[in-house]
Protein backbone atom coordinates (compact mmCIF):
# COMPACT_ATOMS: atom_id res chain seq x y z
CA UNK A 1 0.00 0.00 0.00
CA UNK A 2 2.45 2.38 0.71
CA UNK A 3 4.55 1.76 -2.50
CA UNK A 4 1.37 2.60 -4.49
CA UNK A 5 0.82 5.77 -2.54
CA UNK A 6 4.07 7.10 -3.71
CA UNK A 7 3.87 5.83 -7.16
CA UNK A 8 0.47 7.50 -7.22
CA UNK A 9 2.41 10.85 -6.05
CA UNK A 10 4.94 10.64 -8.05
CA UNK A 11 2.71 10.48 -10.76
CA UNK A 12 0.67 13.66 -9.74
CA UNK A 13 3.63 15.46 -9.37
CA UNK A 14 4.96 14.72 -12.61
CA UNK A 15 1.59 15.38 -14.48
CA UNK A 16 1.06 18.76 -12.12
CA UNK A 17 4.26 20.18 -13.24
CA UNK A 18 4.20 19.89 -16.64
CA UNK A 19 1.12 21.92 -16.43
CA UNK A 20 2.92 24.28 -14.44
CA UNK A 21 5.57 25.12 -16.99
CA UNK A 22 2.99 24.89 -19.97
CA UNK A 23 1.43 27.97 -18.09
CA UNK A 24 4.49 29.73 -17.22
CA UNK A 25 5.80 29.40 -21.16
CA UNK A 26 2.66 30.98 -22.57
CA UNK A 27 2.67 33.73 -20.16
CA UNK A 28 5.22 34.62 -17.92
CA UNK A 29 8.51 32.55 -19.92
CA UNK A 30 11.11 34.45 -17.96
CA UNK A 31 9.86 32.78 -14.68
CA UNK A 32 12.03 29.70 -13.18
CA UNK A 33 9.87 26.81 -11.80
CA UNK A 34 11.94 24.80 -9.81
CA UNK A 35 8.93 21.31 -9.64
CA UNK A 36 7.92 20.05 -6.72
CA UNK A 37 10.44 18.07 -5.09
CA UNK A 38 9.83 15.00 -2.92
CA UNK A 39 11.31 13.66 0.31
CA UNK A 40 9.90 10.62 2.24
CA UNK A 41 9.92 11.72 5.80
CA UNK A 42 12.08 9.80 8.58
CA UNK A 43 9.42 7.57 10.25
CA UNK A 44 7.83 6.86 6.53
CA UNK A 45 9.40 3.63 6.02
CA UNK A 46 8.14 2.41 9.59
CA UNK A 47 4.58 4.13 9.01
CA UNK A 48 3.43 1.37 6.61
CA UNK A 49 -0.53 2.24 6.99
CA UNK A 50 0.56 5.83 5.98
CA UNK A 51 3.31 7.56 3.51
CA UNK A 52 4.29 11.15 4.42
CA UNK A 53 6.45 13.55 2.40
CA UNK A 54 7.86 16.21 2.62
CA UNK A 55 7.61 18.45 -0.44
CA UNK A 56 8.94 21.74 -1.80
CA UNK A 57 9.41 24.21 -4.51
CA UNK A 58 9.87 27.91 -5.91
CA UNK A 59 9.42 30.43 -8.39
CA UNK A 60 12.05 32.83 -9.37
CA UNK A 61 11.79 36.34 -10.90
CA UNK A 62 7.87 36.10 -10.35
CA UNK A 63 6.36 39.39 -11.47
CA UNK A 64 4.93 41.60 -8.76
CA UNK A 65 1.79 41.22 -10.73
CA UNK A 66 0.13 39.83 -13.69
CA UNK A 67 1.62 42.27 -16.52
CA UNK A 68 4.09 43.79 -14.42
CA UNK A 69 7.69 44.69 -15.66
CA UNK A 70 9.22 44.11 -12.53
CA UNK A 71 10.39 40.53 -12.07
CA UNK A 72 11.69 41.06 -8.25
CA UNK A 73 9.73 37.86 -6.02
CA UNK A 74 11.23 35.40 -5.68
CA UNK A 75 8.32 32.60 -4.05
CA UNK A 76 9.30 29.58 -1.74
CA UNK A 77 7.07 26.33 -0.70
CA UNK A 78 7.40 23.77 2.00
CA UNK A 79 5.23 21.36 3.39
CA UNK A 80 3.98 17.46 4.17
CA UNK A 81 1.82 15.61 2.73
CA UNK A 82 0.19 12.14 4.35
CA UNK A 83 -1.31 9.84 2.42
CA UNK A 84 -3.01 6.61 2.06
CA UNK A 85 -4.32 4.76 -1.33
CA UNK A 86 -7.82 3.64 -0.80
CA UNK A 87 -10.25 2.22 -3.18
CA UNK A 88 -7.34 2.30 -5.86
CA UNK A 89 -7.18 6.27 -5.11
CA UNK A 90 -4.68 8.21 -3.77
CA UNK A 91 -5.61 10.58 -1.05
CA UNK A 92 -4.65 12.74 1.80
CA UNK A 93 -5.27 12.47 5.07
CA UNK A 94 -3.45 15.39 5.90
CA UNK A 95 -1.14 18.22 4.54
CA UNK A 96 0.48 21.19 6.30
CA UNK A 97 1.99 24.23 3.51
CA UNK A 98 4.17 26.90 4.00
CA UNK A 99 4.75 29.89 1.33
CA UNK A 100 7.52 32.80 1.73
CA UNK A 101 7.34 35.80 -0.69
CA UNK A 102 10.71 37.58 -1.03
CA UNK A 103 11.61 40.38 -2.92
CA UNK A 104 15.22 40.26 -4.73
CA UNK A 105 17.29 43.13 -3.75
CA UNK A 106 19.36 42.26 -6.74
CA UNK A 107 17.99 41.26 -9.74
CA UNK A 108 21.78 39.81 -11.28
CA UNK A 109 21.66 37.61 -9.12
CA UNK A 110 18.22 35.49 -7.82
CA UNK A 111 19.89 33.33 -5.46
CA UNK A 112 21.40 36.36 -3.30
CA UNK A 113 20.12 38.89 -1.10
CA UNK A 114 16.41 38.91 -0.84
CA UNK A 115 14.06 40.26 1.87
CA UNK A 116 10.83 38.34 2.88
CA UNK A 117 7.52 40.39 2.44
CA UNK A 118 4.86 37.61 3.49
CA UNK A 119 4.45 34.52 4.66
CA UNK A 120 1.50 31.73 5.00
CA UNK A 121 1.37 28.73 6.83
CA UNK A 122 -1.96 26.78 5.04
CA UNK A 123 -3.21 23.77 7.39
CA UNK A 124 -5.43 21.26 8.21
CA UNK A 125 -7.63 21.20 11.59
CA UNK A 126 -6.84 17.30 12.48
CA UNK A 127 -7.26 17.41 16.34
CA UNK A 128 -10.97 16.87 17.74
CA UNK A 129 -9.90 19.34 20.54
CA UNK A 130 -10.07 23.09 18.79
CA UNK A 131 -13.63 23.23 18.02
CA UNK A 132 -12.53 27.29 17.07
CA UNK A 133 -10.40 26.36 14.17
CA UNK A 134 -11.66 26.15 10.39
CA UNK A 135 -11.13 22.52 8.97
CA UNK A 136 -8.98 24.57 6.45
CA UNK A 137 -7.35 27.66 7.32
CA UNK A 138 -4.48 29.78 6.92
CA UNK A 139 -2.42 31.55 9.29
CA UNK A 140 -0.01 35.19 8.90
CA UNK A 141 3.45 33.61 9.18
CA UNK A 142 6.66 35.95 7.90
CA UNK A 143 9.20 33.62 8.77
CA UNK A 144 7.60 30.90 7.23
CA UNK A 145 10.49 30.13 4.83
CA UNK A 146 12.75 29.45 7.29
CA UNK A 147 11.92 25.65 6.91
CA UNK A 148 13.07 25.91 3.11
CA UNK A 149 16.19 27.68 3.58
CA UNK A 150 17.22 24.85 5.96
CA UNK A 151 17.12 22.36 3.31
CA UNK A 152 18.10 24.30 0.14
CA UNK A 153 21.12 26.06 1.67
CA UNK A 154 22.26 27.14 -1.91
CA UNK A 155 19.76 29.95 -1.53
CA UNK A 156 20.98 33.23 0.68
CA UNK A 157 18.80 32.89 3.68
CA UNK A 158 16.51 36.07 3.13
CA UNK A 159 16.27 39.18 5.70
CA UNK A 160 13.55 38.22 7.93
CA UNK A 161 11.71 41.43 9.96
CA UNK A 162 11.52 40.69 13.31
CA UNK A 163 9.29 43.54 14.15
CA UNK A 164 6.94 42.94 11.58
CA UNK A 165 3.25 43.27 13.22
CA UNK A 166 1.46 39.65 12.79
CA UNK A 167 -1.84 38.31 14.63
CA UNK A 168 -1.14 35.11 15.01
CA UNK A 169 -4.58 33.74 16.34
CA UNK A 170 -6.00 34.66 12.99
CA UNK A 171 -7.06 31.87 11.26
CA UNK A 172 -8.69 32.14 7.79
CA UNK A 173 -10.70 29.43 6.20
CA UNK A 174 -9.84 29.04 3.08
CA UNK A 175 -9.95 25.87 0.51
CA UNK A 176 -7.64 22.67 0.80
CA UNK A 177 -4.13 23.82 0.40
CA UNK A 178 -1.55 21.22 -0.12
CA UNK A 179 1.52 22.08 -1.92
CA UNK A 180 -0.72 21.45 -5.01
CA UNK A 181 -3.33 24.07 -5.01
CA UNK A 182 -0.56 27.05 -2.97
CA UNK A 183 0.99 26.62 -6.40
CA UNK A 184 -2.11 27.54 -8.31
CA UNK A 185 -2.89 30.51 -6.15
CA UNK A 186 0.48 31.77 -6.76
CA UNK A 187 0.38 31.74 -10.48
CA UNK A 188 -3.00 32.74 -10.58
CA UNK A 189 -1.59 35.95 -8.04
CA UNK A 190 1.27 36.88 -10.22
CA UNK A 191 1.22 35.52 -14.14
CA UNK A 192 -2.42 35.62 -15.13
CA UNK A 193 -3.83 38.27 -16.26
CA UNK A 194 -7.11 39.28 -14.94
CA UNK A 195 -8.42 41.11 -18.14
CA UNK A 196 -6.90 39.49 -20.81
CA UNK A 197 -7.46 35.86 -22.64
CA UNK A 198 -8.53 33.20 -20.18
CA UNK A 199 -8.24 30.38 -22.12
CA UNK A 200 -4.43 29.11 -20.92
CA UNK A 201 -5.48 29.47 -17.27
CA UNK A 202 -8.72 27.27 -17.99
CA UNK A 203 -6.94 24.81 -19.96
CA UNK A 204 -4.52 24.53 -16.66
CA UNK A 205 -7.20 24.32 -14.77
CA UNK A 206 -8.55 21.35 -16.72
CA UNK A 207 -5.62 19.71 -16.92
CA UNK A 208 -4.59 19.68 -12.76
CA UNK A 209 -8.10 18.72 -11.76
CA UNK A 210 -6.83 15.51 -12.71
CA UNK A 211 -3.70 16.13 -10.82
CA UNK A 212 -5.50 17.64 -7.35
CA UNK A 213 -5.46 14.55 -4.30
CA UNK A 214 -8.71 14.97 -2.85
CA UNK A 215 -8.52 14.62 1.14
CA UNK A 216 -10.25 11.49 3.42
CA UNK A 217 -11.88 11.84 6.59
CA UNK A 218 -12.45 8.56 6.84
CA UNK A 219 -10.83 7.55 10.49
CA UNK A 220 -10.86 11.66 11.60
CA UNK A 221 -11.25 12.63 15.20
CA UNK A 222 -12.68 15.41 14.01
CA UNK A 223 -16.93 15.73 13.31
CA UNK A 224 -16.98 16.82 9.48
CA UNK A 225 -20.51 18.58 9.09
CA UNK A 226 -22.41 16.38 6.21
CA UNK A 227 -23.00 20.33 4.63
CA UNK A 228 -19.03 20.46 4.21
CA UNK A 229 -18.66 17.45 2.65
CA UNK A 230 -21.73 17.96 -0.18
CA UNK A 231 -21.22 21.12 -0.97
CA UNK A 232 -18.22 22.65 -0.19
CA UNK A 233 -15.73 22.43 -3.14
CA UNK A 234 -12.41 21.91 -1.47
CA UNK A 235 -9.97 21.93 -4.32
CA UNK A 236 -9.05 25.51 -5.22
CA UNK A 237 -8.85 25.27 -8.75
CA UNK A 238 -13.13 25.28 -8.24
CA UNK A 239 -12.55 29.05 -6.71
CA UNK A 240 -11.67 30.71 -10.23
CA UNK A 241 -14.52 31.96 -12.70
CA UNK A 242 -14.77 29.54 -15.13
CA UNK A 243 -15.24 33.09 -17.95
CA UNK A 244 -15.29 36.63 -18.24
CA UNK A 245 -18.67 38.04 -17.53
CA UNK A 246 -20.74 38.55 -20.79
Excluded at 119 to 147: C, L
Excluded at 172 to 190: C, E, G, K
Excluded at 193 to 221: M, N
Aim: charged share 15%.
Amino acid sequence: MPRQFKVSLEGAVASFDAAVRNLITKLAPTVTYSGIELRPTPNTEQAFENMAYQVSGFFLGMPQMPNSRKHTENVYLIGLLNGVVAERTAQLKSYATEVSYCRMQNLSNQYGEQKAIAGYHFDFESTSSKINHPIFHVQQSIRAGERFFEFNTNFSLPEFPFDHPEIRTLRIPTPQMDIFSAIVMILADHIVPPDGSSEPFLEFLSVVDQTLLPISFDDSPINVPNKFLSAHPIHIHDWYPTRFPI
